[in-house]
């Protein structure tokens, strides 16, 4: 009877609201340990709608976003898209901070047939592509590919890997071994870190111990690289370091403090740069905006997680006013149909295969001098 | 008439798992309702081992991470059917447990706490690092169970929320079921007597090693099967579930419902996994408001909410 009563009252307090607007869905982490993922994701999509409906809305609608946190709990996720989709009755469904939070919303989405936006990392979330998911990172392998394609300008041929044991450091380090043939190049030391380790002298020592080392590339996210950073500035390894595009934010450097930083290189977007880019830079308008509203609106500085939100947004938003409907299947087609549209990451162009639309171009390779990104290309 | 509780339980619970469904406004309350199912399979289990044999686990999430990657691992690697993968992870999971019950249980309050924590950081840890074959901290994809495509063809389409639903919701009677009779044979009330003391249980002849191992072994199962229940629901599984919080999540959700009750721990379930979805209105303060709530139950009624609320009422009677 207890249970009874709960559950009555529970379902009268989350009855969904009337829908007369465009109503939009997010799951993102804005707590828990991806929160330095979600917690941006959040603020830029509560930004943009609010900008969006001061300008007027889509085709002349309101849009209505209904965000929900899930802690980077994929099981979490799962629920928020099951009652996003079945009470809250959105259109669209933008999130999905990590991998799996985004794998578990995907297949509510696909089952129910309503258009998801990822924006998480990992290539699985779209290929094989599956017809209602999309995403707006670009993926790790393209980050290895870059780096990669440096390193070959530079000369290099052997390298020595340091890799974050969670989910996208391990992601990418086994994306970059699938890949790094194709450059010529072979990985000739391979070692790893806890990403709650305060010390990775050892592995580097090893590292640099290792004949015939000429680069070390290190893929992980969070504090790791910044001690990575800073160990091999005190080991003085003479030795170019390339970090992942996990660390690409001003929070880096600070962290790994300027002086050890100096020379760093590391894939990152327009974002990053947007003081640099040149003016007939199609992204650079759009770039600047963001930048501008998000730090005016938030007082901390753009990082290139919030400009994943922004994309999916903007896609969207560019979507559904193709589509001049609200209608699921409608918004799918449309966004499927996505051609040149500049983001902060890239510039998108979708089609059937393809339900990311980046190449590499939507990098830049950055290299740290003086405490400042500058372009090196 | 007068029913034993043991009756008294299953006919509650059969009709609050049967009735809920008339009131809910949309599929998302089969979700809600599955994943309470698939907690209180798991809180059972903590019951038994916890309730009845007086023995307490912060590891049981590593059982559940046994039986939801069976269900991921096995179908691939195995070509077994996702049904039987759940029985294997039951089973592989009940022997880890006899292997590692063996010594831990020798130890007591604190030690035995820790061992276990131990226990299920170790399956946490291979589960996000043995990448090759987990996928590591990104998870892995669970095969469809096939089920709910059968009984399509025999006539009776449920939308996925709603297959879920009633399949855990079996399961969970049937759960209660087999707790309740634990309860009540000789072998729960030499449980019991444990519980009260174990140097008692001793000299009247109780086989107190024996049993402890054996209520150890049943609620590795009871979790397995939760694991197994939630890797199928969800077709998508990552190293959470054998986390540190979810063993923690599991013990709260008994202590808070009450230990000692089958019915106060489901009625445990029910409340902490409904919770976060109706403080979601309160987002930031979410957590504080969860943690309120445990700190005001375990202050005012130690026993349990349910336990406590029903004798208030029995007291109300005299």
């Not at chain 1, 998801?116 to 995403?135: M, N, R, Y």
């Not at chain 2, 999540?249 to 009625?267: C, H, K, N, Q, W």
């Amino acid at each position: 009877m207890k249970t009874t009563l709960i559950t009555t009252a529970v379902a009268i307090c989350i009855a969904g609201a009337a829908s007369a607007e465009i109503r939009i869905g997010a799951s993102v982490s804005a707590t828990g340990p991806a929160a330095f993922l979600g917690d941006p994701e959040a603020k830029t999509l509560e930004m943009l709608v609010e900008a969006a409906n001061a300008n007027g809305g889509i085709n002349g609608e309101e849009i209505a976003l209904v965000l929900y946190d899930d802690g980077g709990d994929p099981n979490k996720a799962r629920t928020f898209a099951t009652r996003l989709i079945e009470d809250d009755e959105v259109v669209a469904i933008i999130g999905g901070s990590t991998t799996g939070t985004s794998m578990s919303i995907l297949s509510v989405a696909e089952d129910n047939e309503i258009p998801f936006i990822s924006l998480a990392g990992a290539i699985e979330i779209i290929d094989p592509v599956k017809p209602f998911t999309f995403k707006t990172p670009h993926t790790d392998r393209m980050a290895c590919q870059k780096i990669f394609e440096d390193m070959q300008k530079q000369g290099i041929t052997q390298i020595g890997m340091i890799s974050g044991t969670d989910g996208f450091g391990a992601s990418m380090q086994a994306q970059c071994k699938e890949v790094v043939g194709e450059y010529g190049i072979t990985v000739v030391a391979d070692e790893t870190y806890n990403p709650t380790d305060a010390d990775m002298t050892t592995q580097l020592t090893k590292i640099r111990n290792t004949d015939g080392v000429q680069a070390v590339l290190n893929p992980g996210f969070g504090q790791g690289p910044s001690i990575v950073t800073r160990n091999y500035k005190q080991l003085a390894v003479d030795l170019p370091l390339y970090q992942s595009h996990g660390v690409a934010s001003d929070g880096f450097i600070e962290l790994a403090g300027a002086d050890a930083a100096e020379g760093v290189r590391l894939p990152g977007t327009a974002l990053l740069i947007a003081g640099l880019l040149a003016d007939d830079d199609p992204q650079k308008p759009l770039v600047e905006a963001y930048k501008t509203a998000f730090e005016e609106k938030t007082g901390t500085s753009v990082g290139t997680f919030g400009g994943y939100a922004n994309d999916a947004f903007l896609i969207l938003t560019d979507a559904i006013t193709r589509a001049g409907e609200a209608d699921p299947t409608a918004i799918r087609d449309a966004i499927e149909a996505t051609e040149g549209l500049a983001g902060t990451t890239g510039i998108y162009s979708m089609n059937a295969e393809d339900h990311l639309g980046l190449d590499l171009s939507a990098f830049r390779m950055l290299e740290i001098k003086g405490g400042e990104w500058t372009l090196i290309e | 008439m007068k029913l034993s509780p043991k009756t008294a339980t299953l006919l509650v619970l059969v009709l609050l798992i049967a009735l809920s469904p008339l009131l809910f406004p949309s599929g998302y309350y089969y979700r809600v309702g599955a994943l309470i199912f698939v907690n209180a399979i798991a809180v059972t289990g903590i019951v038994i081992l916890t309730g009845y044999a007086g023995q307490i686990s912060l590891g049981h999430a590593g059982f559940a991470g046994i039986g939801a990657y069976a269900c991921a691992l096995a179908p691939v690697h195995l070509g077994l059917h996702p049904g039987l993968a759940m029985v294997l992870g039951a089973v592989i999971s009940g022997l880890m447990a006899f292997l590692v019950g063996r010594p831990i249980l020798r130890l007591k309050g604190y030690y035995l706490g820790v061992a276990t924590l131990g226990f299920g950081i170790l399956i946490s840890m291979v589960l996000n690092n043995e990448r090759q074959l987990t996928g590591g901290p990104d998870g892995m994809e669970v095969p469809d169970l096939g089920l709910r495509g059968l009984l399509k063809d025999a006539g009776l389409d449920l939308t996925n929320g709603q297959f879920w639903y009633w399949f855990c919701g079996i399961a969970v009677i049937i759960g209660a079921w087999l707790a309740l009779n634990l309860f009540n044979s000789p072998s729960g009330r030499a449980l019991r007597a444990l519980h009260g003391s174990e140097v008692a249980a001793r000299t009247v002849g109780v086989d107190v090693t024996r049993l402890k191992l054996q209520a150890f072994v049943i609620s590795a199962v009871y979790a397995s099967v939760s694991g197994s229940l939630l890797a199928l629901q969800n077709k998508f599984i990552t190293p959470d579930v054998a986390g540190f919080m979810h063993s923690i999540e599991m013990v709260t959700m008994a202590v808070l419902g009450g230990v000692g009750s089958v019915l106060g721990a489901i009625f445990g379930a029910a409340v902490l996994t409904l919770l976060p979805q109706v403080l979601t209105v309160f987002a930031e303060y979410e957590q504080m408001v969860l943690g309120l709530v445990m700190m005001l139950v375990m202050i005012f009624l130690p026993q349990g909410l349910l336990p406590s609320i029903l004798r208030r009422f029995r007291r109300g009677d005299e």
